[in-house]
């Protein structure tokens, strides 16, 4: 098969030419990058440069890389330090998973500070003077009100999934730590979503940043295919039941509580299957074991709650499943996202209750475009009432896919 133009084009990318210390060429060759994403190409030259950068790409295209390079090399030629925020625990550990990669070759120490973790031990790593933080905003200002981290020498700032960080209500937080932070300083803003809040603070604490942009805000990863089944609440559970039987692979499920993670997370066991679940309720030692034991496969499905939208960097997750649809729709995004992940092939399926028409069209204007509705042989259709802005089987705007040895599937284009 002959390759896209796309394919193409990433292929004869390199990370030589881009400014990169020989040194660091060295660890990605050892490390076996051979190639960056696009937004790792274009982000890199600006940010070694010292420009400020606002960087909006997807989930899964390797943002990470994109500070985590520039960072080091800065640091390892200039005094100062460098502070990473992140908006969960995950990726905040999973961001100084990848400094490592870079910052050991250069003795540059980092600090990981996360809330469910002790304090005693990362104010003993505070006081190795480490040259990398990694936090989340709640627990480094409880550092800096204990006087264990002042940020007066931070002269880098990177702030990864700020949208998400405002969504989880830390504003404040956030706010209070760029104003004890000197205004000489470079900062690196990343992103799936561009919200007004972010454009407010880019305003505010931004000098002259470069707009680097993949895709446009709330893209969706172009290998992911997207399904939409309209079922009634207390028929979820067989749905779910009949679309794991079909599938095969490794599952990402989204549910809206803590609550009806651990009752489906049980239900799902009860049928059989390998599954565990993962919020906010759950002790920093359960949600690692709970990651663990999914990517090492221990588990085939990992019931989570937005706390893992994102920051879970698992490869070849094969289908994300929208158990229930997410409050914040641009969510949506950043949720189907964990499939599909550096040009791979990935599923995202979700379950919208018939009076969830309006958060259907929502998600639809976000990713502007409209999701194929699926009626599974098994399950009982839902009418589509135009007024009511449900769907009807055998109307107008029904049509039928006809499928492999004889298996149909419904389809239905929702119109508003």
């Known amino acids: 098969m002959e390759a896209s133009p796309q394919e193409n084009k990433q292929s004869d990318m390199s990370f030589f030419g881009l400014g990169i210390a020989p040194k660091i060429l060295e660890i990605l060759e050892r490390i076996k990058f051979t190639a960056p994403t ?38 390892a030629q200039e005094k100062g330090a460098g502070l990473v925020l992140a908006p969960t625990r995950e990726l905040a550990m999973q961001i100084d998973e990848t400094f490592r ?12 500070l996360i809330g469910g ?21 709640g627990r480094l200002i409880d550092h800096m009100n204990r006087r264990n981290f002042m940020p007066g020498n931070v002269t880098m700032l990177v702030l990864d999934e700020a949208d998400r960080m405002l969504d989880m209500g830390f504003k404040p937080q956030v706010e209070e730590i760029l104003k004890n932070i000197t205004k000489e300083r470079q900062t690196m803003l990343f992103s799936a979503t561009m919200p007004v809040e972010i454009m407010q603070m880019i305003n505010r604490h931004m000098r002259l940043p470069v707009h680097v942009e993949i895709a446009p805000p709330g893209t969706t990863a172009e290998g992911v295919a997207q399904e939409l089944y309209i079922v009634k609440k207390e028929t979820k559970i067989q749905l779910l ?39 906010s309720d759950k002790s920093l030692g359960q949600r690692r074991a709970a990651l663990e034991g999914f990517k090492t496969g221990r588990y085939r499905i990992l019931v989570a709650t937005d706390v893992a939208a994102r920051g879970i960097d698992v490869k070849q997750i094969e289908i994300v499943i929208n158990y229930d649809l997410p409050d914040d729709i641009e969510n949506y995004v950043h949720r189907i996202g964990r499939t599909g992940r550096a040009g791979e092939k990935g599923k995202a399926i979700s ?33 589509f009432d135009r007024r009511t802005k449900s769907a009807r089987p055998g109307g107008r705007h029904y049509k039928a896919q006809l499928l492999p040895r004889g298996k149909r599937k419904r389809s239905y284009s929702w119109k508003w």
């Open 38 to 75: 696009p937004i790792q190409f274009k982000a890199i030259p600006v940010a070694i440069e010292g420009k400020d950068v606002i960087g909006i790409a997807q989930s899964g295209t390797g943002k990470t890389l994109a500070f985590a390079i520039p960072v080091v090399q800065h640091l």
């Open 241 to 279: 039941s009949k679309v794991l039987s079909e599938q095969h692979g490794s599952v990402l499920l989204f549910i809206r509580t803590k609550h009806s993670a651990r009752k489906t997370a049980k239900a799902l066991c009860k049928m059989g299957h390998r599954a565990t679940d993962i919020h």
């Open 101 to 112: 990669l870079f910052s050991d070759s250069f003795k540059i120490k980092t600090a990981c």
């Open 117 to 137: 973790a002790p304090m005693h031990g990362q104010t003993q790593s505070l006081r190795k003077n480490p040259r990398i933080v990694i936090a989340t905003p």
């Open 351 to 383: 379950f919208a209750t018939p009076d969830q028409s309006r958060d259907v069209k929502s998600i639809e204007t976000l990713i502007r475009m409209q999701l194929p509705v699926i009626r599974h042989p098994e399950i009982q259709a839902e009418n």
